[in-house]
């Protein structure tokens, strides 16, 4: 293979790599060594044992997402916003002790008021802006921690996090909630609960209780419940971020099932979102600020 250079996606619970050739990526590897598993000291080897059979001569290596935590292998320092969502002029590179390895770290972005940061969603945002040229709108990654960043004239102007996707993992597997939940799926439950929680977001907590009551009371179903949460977390998510995609063109950026929820609870507001494919993004941003780079 023609390898010049190797992307990777270091995330919290995998490792993913890319051995990059001039027309795109060439082969792929992944592994559960992600960054909340290992010690400074651990992530060039775990590094080297998923790549080394491309590393045939020294080639640089350019990262994206928690590698570059404070808990990672080397913090790489936030970039402040407003600001472009990669630039190479604040890549952080990392020694290795390999002589094949030229690691290098994309930095994440902070925002000062209200206080936020990201670290991996802003590579994302580059691929979109590299696949989309020109694009001016709202970016929306769904996840554990859902962000809505606002994009304009190639800038990130403002973005926000919403911890949903970990609130519906606590709420459905360590609350009173967890009684009433199955596996399964139920759309008029999941459009019921993006409703309810639009209409009433102050009434969100009470309206959580009310699920472990109608399953008493009503026979709400398990697969009903458990989609009548997710519609809950996602309406008070779409409450909070408003100001962010009303009157927008939005982009989702995530899982496809994750992203079909998001595209159905905005669909219910009159918004007909597009989707692009969460691997696609982090490449095309990698590409881009590797290019970069390579033109210093």
Known sequence: MDITWIAVDWGTSNLRAWAMGPAGPLAQATSDEGMGKLAPAEFEPALLRLISPWLTRPTAVLACGMVGARQGWREAKYRATPCTPVDAAGILHVPTHDPRLTFHIAPGLSQDRPADVMRGEETQVAGVLALHPGFDGVICHPGTHSKWVHVSAGEVVSFQTFMTGE???????????????????????FDAGVADALQSPDKFAARLFSLRAELLLHGLT?????????????????????????????????????AASYTRALGSQGLAPETLDATACTLAGLSRLHSQMSQK
């Open 222 to 258: 398990p697969a009903q419940s458990r989609a009548r949460l997710s519609g809950l977390l996602i309406g008070i998510e779409l409450a909070g971020a408003k100001p962010y995609w009303l009157g927008q063109r939005v982009m989702l950026v995530g899982a496809p099932a994750l």
């Open 167 to 189: 609130l519906f993992a606590l709420l459905s597997t360590q609350s009173v909630l967890r009684h009433g939940m199955a596996e399964g799926w139920d759309d008029a439950a």
